[in-house]
């Protein structure tokens, strides 16, 4: 079973910081990789996801890939205390999608 | 557009007893995924399915869970009998397939399941 590893945190950052998340995955041959959001007793829900290395950024949320290191990081600008939540990486491997344990994440105001 | 529907959202039993959740994905979407996420842990993918097809079901443990995906669109899981290490929450989640890359899955609200 290939792995995506994630610090389980909490991570706690003021209101108006820079929260900077990370993920790495054991499978070099993943293609697509995605950041979701949960609350608690909810749903995951898409944040954003990257195919090419790089940086992607949509509004205040950057994702960075580095398929030579195998690692992928999500940073939150000017987090907001309704950015607290868990914070999940996603990756596929052999188009089957392995998320990892998540990491918390505490925006305090 | 409609999401992806679950039922039921809850669900109590005693160990030894039997359930089933139901899932309806996202009218198009061809693959279908079926995870269970235990308290503080990320989902863990159980099944999966491409069409009426299965893809993958290597952590399926099919002494107790199976799962099916009739005509291709919705889908029943169901656990016999049920320990009480069943009891998590159920995701049912749907996506297309992107140029040969896995899409966005979009997942249902999902049915959580307590066994005493």
């Known amino acids: 079973q290939k792995e995506v590893e994630q610090n389980s945190g909490p991570l706690s950052v003021p209101e108006g910081a820079i929260a900077s998340l990370n993920c790495t995955y054991s499978d070099r041959g993943s293609q697509s990789f995605f950041w979701y959001r949960q609350y608690s007793g909810k749903s995951p829900e898409l944040i954003m996801f990257i195919y090419s290395n790089g940086d992607k950024e949509d509004g205040r949320f950057t994702a960075q890939l580095n398929k030579a290191s195998q690692y992928v990081s999500l940073l939150i600008r000017d987090s907001q205390p309704s950015d607290s939540a868990t914070y999940l990486c996603a990756v596929d491997s052999s188009y089957k999608l392995i998320f990892g344990s998540g990491t918390r994440l505490l925006v305090r105001p | 557009e409609a999401g992806v529907a679950q039922s039921p959202r809850y669900k109590i039993i005693e160990k030894r007893q039997s359930v089933a959740f139901w899932c309806n994905p996202i009218?198009?979407?061809?693959?279908l995924y079926w995870y269970q996420q235990i308290l503080g842990q990320g989902p863990k993918l159980l099944i999966q399915f491409q069409n009426n097809g299965v893809v993958d079901d290597s952590q399926l443990p099919k002494d107790r869970f199976s799962a099916e995906r009739l005509k291709g669109v919705d889908s029943t899981l169901k656990i016999q009998p049920a320990k009480l290490e069943d009891s998590a929450v159920y995701l049912c989640?749907?996506?297309?397939?992107?140029?040969?890359?896995?899409?966005?899955?979009?997942f249902g609200e999902g049915s959580r399941l307590t066994v005493l």
């Open positions: 009218s198009g979407h061809a693959t």
């Open positions: 989640a749907s996506s297309l397939v992107r140029r040969g890359k896995v899409g966005e899955l979009f």
